[in-house]
């Protein structure tokens, strides 16, 4: 069992450590996964508007410098090829999409492998509210400095969205404030140090998405109801074979049929001959 440094909403340390949910924080961490996923997230976040110029886009040009040869120098077609100056650029970026998916299930295991990481770390803290009635920055930065954690990076995960934590922490660069839910990996290893609110951890792990319920079984009324309605008869569908059997017949009788009609035209023919 992992456990957590507990802090009351008015920032004083609980004598007792926060045992964290066992289903969630099992102390496995996948390194590869978070790889992945960190880099999938920063790969994201790329707009991909690079460009440089090639010939076709530069400006000027259209005649060639001077004749192929009996100049002396080197030939040349353009005066805006990429070794002129105002020249263009060879192989330069060209607008793209960097956005790179990430399955469902491996994002919410990369998720789980940092804040498990944190954990292990003692790099986690608990607490158990905020007391800020309005959003003031001077109290968010006494309540961190009681604590502590006012010179490092700062990721507080709340309870939904809490406007007043968000709102009294924006100014500050150091912190980033969130929902629990939204936090990605990413999040999560780039603060030293991540604060949870106790309402926003699973009690049971991580929330599942609802199975679809299973179909009711039918009761004996219906069952009765059923068993008294007439049968109606099948119709026989001819397989394969059947079908298969039914057109060699068909094509044996042709055949027969065109023998027989082959041996009456030639005893016509001898009858014909003989008289």
Do not use: C
Not at 40 to 59: C, E, P, W
Not at 180 to 186: C, G, L, R, S
């Amino acid at each position: 069992m992992i456990e957590a440094p507990l802090y009351s909403a008015s920032g004083e340390k609980r004598r007792k450590a926060f045992a964290l949910p066992v289903e969630y924080f099992d102390g496995q961490v996948n390194h590869a996964v978070l790889h992945q996923s960190v880099r999938a997230f920063r790969n994201n976040q790329r707009q991909g508007t690079h460009q440089t110029k090639t010939r076709s886009m530069v400006s000027g040009g259209g005649a060639k410098p001077w004749k192929q040869k009996g100049t002396g120098r080197a030939r040349q077609g353009s005066i805006r090829s990429a070794q002129w100056r105002g020249g263009a650029t060879v192989f330069g970026p060209s607008p793209r999409d960097y956005t790179t998916p990430v399955p469902r299930k491996v994002r919410s295991l990369a998720r789980r492998s940092a804040l498990n990481a944190r954990a292990a770390e003692g790099a986690l803290t608990v607490v158990e509210g905020w007391d800020l009635a309005a959003p003031k920055t001077a109290d968010f930065v006494a309540l961190l400095d009681r604590w502590g954690a006012m010179n490092q990076k700062l990721l507080v995960l709340t309870h939904g969205m809490n406007r007043p934590v968000y709102l009294s922490a924006r100014n500050l660069p150091s912190i980033e404030v969130m929902p629990y839910n939204e936090a990605t990996a990413y999040h999560v290893l780039w603060a030293d140090t991540v604060v949870v609110e106790q309402a926003a951890l699973p009690e049971g792990g991580e929330e599942v998405e609802p199975t679809a319920e299973p179909k009711p079984k039918p009761t004996p009324a219906k069952k009765a109801k059923k068993a008294a309605r007439p049968k109606t008869a099948k119709r026989a569908t001819p397989t394969k074979t059947t079908k298969k059997r039914a057109g060699g017949a068909a094509t044996a009788k042709k055949k027969t049929a065109k023998k027989a009609a082959k041996k009456t035209v030639a005893k016509k023919k001898k009858k014909k001959g003989t008289s």
